[in-house]
């Protein structure tokens, strides 16, 4: 196994993400925890040391433990790892005065080739992702560069005797497009074979799950969605009986939603699940509330106020089990106390373990979201439940402008039922991030027969998006769009006409709320 030395870069995760790419099994630890006894313990093949925000040039700063240097395996230090390793095997680091870089540069080789650096320098020079403010301004006894860039003059060096290597940039994001060689020389040259699979990383959660919950109660809350149902299946697997999922019905679910997630769960999984339909409630308390914000406000709140009930039935509960990805903990690092707006008050559990006094259980909080659904496969989750588009916590009362009633809902579900079947009938379901219909509140006019109608209209919507922060329209047929109205307007009593939404975002957004 291979160990990265975290010394607190943003992303470091992504270095796993590369690893995890190559089927290498490795693990994180935060600097303070890897001691001498530690790494002695961990054995590693190969390891890494993670960039920082910190500087090597304050006293106190991070360094990685001394027996590294005499363990004789592989070790590659990026950007502030690469500046303790000089510092502490002899070289100098210099703060800014000029030369910092963020972002793109170009890296020239030097007279050598580089055992890590094959299959670079086709075109004779490779773009690179910098993010510094100091420099190595002397490397290390032992040390050669092998790579150079207007402002780091070592962007790349390395002690080709002792296996250690040392690069200013950051080889884990995209925009260092040969990256992903760099790892893969690296590994290759460690000796690992990359036979790590989705497997593994099941049985390493489990095991870390136990670890952490002992004998104790977790509750989860269950929406049916690929990140909780993935997170209630794996500390099922881990703990069974300790474990007791919540899903709560708040009447804003689309067609037999709640029907067929709970069938599922009960039919292929031996899982403690609460069922709560509290429709009649939320439903009750979003009468007369037109404002987006507050409704998404309400349901949120009542949604907390709901778990905790059901949440209090389970005696000795310790643990909230959360579908936290890895991009939600990005973000949230990034933007807390930051200064942007609120678009919408996204609604999910957040409020709920400071107000249970829960510690938390995230195992998915390591994985981007196609590795979840890659663990949802070997979990066994139905690929209709892995492939499932996104839907909102306050679920259709977002895709009601107006006021939120039985009728529209019904509706509503109706529509977006033909809808989807539309879509899966003509083989697009998987193209689109996330298809649904806006009920719209306003009555238009229409003939059918040789009738009058005044019912209501609606919006489709269908979009093309990477992770939903932006997003584009789907650009469907005519022929597809013609023929979908007409299914609609036939088959849903209470719509009589139907319109396209074009809009991007932004400037729009995907939800209508
Ligand atoms: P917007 O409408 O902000 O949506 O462009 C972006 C993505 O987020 C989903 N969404 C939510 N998901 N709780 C959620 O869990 C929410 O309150 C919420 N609001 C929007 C939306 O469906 C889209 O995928």
Known sequence: RLLI?????????LIARRLRELNVYCEIHPYQNVTDAFLRDFAPKAVILSGGPDSVTREGSPRAPEALWDFGVPVLGICYGQQTMMTQLGGKV????GTAEFGRAFVTPAADALNILDGWFAAGNEQVWMSHGDHVSAIAPGFKVYGTSPNAPFAITADTERN????????????TPKGAKLYENFIRLAGFTGDWTMAGYREQAIQQIRDQVGDKQVICALSGGVDSSVTAILINEAIGDQLTCVFVDHGLLRK???????????????LNLIAADESEMFLGALEGVTDPEVKRK?????FIDVFDKYAKEIDGAEFLAQGTLYPDVIESVSFSGGPSVTIKSHHNVGGLPEKMGLKLVEPLRELFKDEVRALGRELGL??????????????????????????????????????????????????????????LPVRTVGVMGDGRTYDFACALRAVTSVDGMTADYYPYTHEFLGETATRIINEVPGINRVTYDITSKPPGTIEWE
């Open 382 to 439: 139905p690929e209709q439940f892995i492939r499932r588009h996104p839907f909102p916590g306050p679920g259709l009362a977002i895709r009601c402008p107006g006021e939120v009633t039985r009728e529209k809902l019904d509706i509503l579900r109706n529509a977006d039922a033909v809808y989807i079947d539309q879509i899966r009938k003509h083989g697009l379901y998987d193209e689109i991030w996330q298809a649904f219909v806006a009920i």
């Open 256 to 270: 037999d939603e709640a029907i067929e997630v709970t069938r599922m769960f009960r039919e292929n999984y031996n």
């Open 164 to 175: 250690f290597f040392a690069v200013q940039f950051h080889p884990e994001v995209h925009h």
């Open 5 to 13: 030395i975290d010394f607190g870069s943003q992303v470091t995760q």
């Open 94 to 97: 210099e703060r800014g005065h």
């Open 298 to 302: 309400t349901i949120g709140k009542l």
